[in-house]
């Protein structure tokens, strides 16, 4: 599995962002995909997860009510959508997969894209 994030950028405080990840190679119905982030010296923290299947997505309680995690299984594309961006968000974005549900620990991801950087500005 192959996996191509983009749409990060510099946006101003309040501003909107829409990542895509799109997934390529053996695509398992039953897995799912996430979104985490990273700033230098810390720890890969979950942001998102939806599965391919269905069910209720998950999100960090940081990024609850203001990002929403969308896929479209015909395009083998999970987004997310960004809204009310605040400086805290500003990191590098990865979305990873799974071939199981989704899951909030990084180290249960098999696969992982390259990251987008997202810089939100004061």
């Known amino acids: 599995v192959q996996l191509q994030a983009s749409g990060g950028g510099l946006v101003q405080a309040g501003g909107s962002l829409r990542l895509s990840c799109a997934a390529s190679?053996?695509?398992?119905?039953?897995?799912?995909m996430g979104w985490f982030r990273q700033t230098p010296g810390k720890e890969r923290e979950f942001v998102s997860a939806i599965s391919w299947s269905g069910g209720s997505p998950n999100y960090a309680d940081s990024v609850t009510g203001r990002f929403t995690i969308s896929r479209d299984n015909a395009k083998n594309t999970v987004y997310l959508q960004m809204n009310s961006l605040k400086p805290a968000d500003t990191a590098v974005y990865y979305c990873?997969?799974?071939?199981?549900?989704?899951?909030?620990?990084?180290?249960?991801?098999?696969?992982w894209g390259q990251g987008t950087q997202v810089t939100v500005s004061s």
């Open positions: 990873a997969a799974r071939l199981s549900g989704a899951a909030i620990r990084a180290s249960l991801y098999d696969y």
């Open positions: 190679g053996r695509i398992f119905s039953s897995g799912a």
